[in-house]
């Protein structure tokens, strides 16, 4: 009889062991309104914090930004190194200035290399002309670039040759 099942009483309802209601009591345990709706609010909050510091490198690697490089230029190259920054070459019509022209308008900032005596002719072979430096940011996530600009290279090369290098920075 260590199972006792339930036996009706005079008026036909049934009678339940006194083991069996003290289960029923510890399976009805309640949580009060409002402690849920605490818990609810706290579980929110950890999951914004979470969600704030995922969401920026998340995003720039589904967008990653891209940088500014003049039409008609063709890369040359692309270098990916383990540490340092990662960097393109490439190769344009375009005269060293109207380089350095377009990444002012791209807003960065270029430092002009002073013109050698007997000008600037390609005679006087490969030169550079203008280091320019810029930031571009998207989504609180930005990137810093550097260009060194240099002309003078033979019709197949160039005659414009540019390297473009990409930094990664956190905007604040």
Same mark, same amino acid.
């Given at each position: 009889m260590a199972d006792q099942e339930p036996t009706g009483d005079a008026q036909g309802e049934p009678q339940v062991s006194g083991r069996h209601q003290?289960?029923?009591?510890?399976?009805?345990?309640e949580v009060p309104v409002v402690v849920?709706?605490?818990a609810m609010v706290v579980a929110v909050a950890i999951g914004a914090v979470i969600l704030m510091r995922v969401a920026g490198p998340l995003y720039g690697l589904l967008f990653p930004i891209d940088l500014p490089v003049p039409r008609g230029s063709q890369e040359i190259e692309h270098v990916k190194p383990q540490k340092?920054?990662?960097y393109w070459i490439y190769h344009t019509s375009l005269s060293g200035l109207e380089v350095a022209g377009f990444y002012e308008k791209e807003g960065g900032s270029c430092r002009y290399t002073p013109v050698p005596p &007997?000008? %600037?002719e390609s005679t006087l072979g490969p030169r550079s002309v203008a280091?320019?430096?810029g930031k571009k940011s998207h989504a609180?996530?930005?990137?810093?670039?550097?260009?060194?600009?240099?002309? &003078?290279? %033979?019709?197949?090369?160039?005659?414009t040759v540019f390297r473009l290098y990409k930094y990664s920075s956190e905007v604040k």
């Amino acid at each position: 009889m260590a199972d006792q099942e339930p036996t009706g009483d005079a008026q036909g309802e049934p009678q339940v062991s006194g083991r069996h209601q003290e289960e029923q009591r510890h399976s009805r345990f309640e949580v009060p309104v409002v402690v849920a709706l605490v818990a609810m609010v706290v579980a929110v909050a950890i999951g914004a914090v979470i969600l704030m510091r995922v969401a920026g490198p998340l995003y720039g690697l589904l967008f990653p930004i891209d940088l500014p490089v003049p039409r008609g230029s063709q890369e040359i190259e692309h270098v990916k190194p383990q540490k340092g920054p990662e960097y393109w070459i490439y190769h344009t019509s375009l005269s060293g200035l109207e380089v350095a022209g377009f990444y002012e308008k791209e807003g960065g900032s270029c430092r002009y290399t002073p013109v050698p005596p &007997g000008g %600037s002719e390609s005679t006087l072979g490969p030169r550079s002309v203008a280091l320019c430096t810029g930031k571009k940011s998207h989504a609180g996530l930005g990137v810093a670039w550097e260009v060194y600009i240099g002309e &003078g290279y %033979s019709e197949a090369e160039g005659p414009t040759v540019f390297r473009l290098y990409k930094y990664s920075s956190e905007v604040k």
